[in-house]
Nanobody
Framework: QVQLVESGGGSVQAGGSLRLACEASGYTYSTYCFGWYRQAPGKGREGVAAMDNDGSITYSDSVKGRFTISRDSAKKVLYLQMNNVKPEDTAMYYC???????????????WGKGTQVTVSS
């Protein structure tokens, strides 16, 4: 059973930075691909960034140039470095995984429970 646990959320002022982490377990890490999503109150879940099995990366236009997705395969951890955050980045952030074919916004098979990010102006 795939398990994903997010951490690193919190409160930050606009212009600041946060790094989110997603620890994965329960399967062979290298055979899966991953992504980050977010959901603000009253809105649907939105794809933020994704990394495919071959390492290719896609971002949503709203975060391109500010957020960076990366992974530490040895530690089985996915990261999201968030720089120059804005109040509109406030949301619950989720990590997702699927066996193959990850691009930003694709529907994932497995999800974590999320970590809250709040950006104040």
């Amino acid at each position: 059973q795939v398990q994903l646990v997010e951490s690193g959320g919190g409160s930050v002022q606009a212009g600041g930075s946060l790094r989110l982490a997603c620890e994965a377990s329960g399967y062979t890490y290298s055979t899966y691909c991953f992504g980050w999503y977010r959901q603000a109150p009253g809105k649907g879940r939105e794809g933020v960034a994704a990394m495919d099995n071959d390492g290719s990366i896609t971002y949503s236009d709203s975060v391109k140039g500010r957020f960076t997705i990366s992974r530490d395969s040895a530690k089985k951890v996915l990261y999201l470095q968030m720089n120059n955050v804005k109040p509109e980045d406030t949301a619950m952030y989720y990590c997702g995984a699927r066996p193959w074919g990850c691009w930003v916004g694709v529907v994932m098979d497995y999800w974590g429970k999320g970590t809250q990010v709040t950006v104040s102006s």
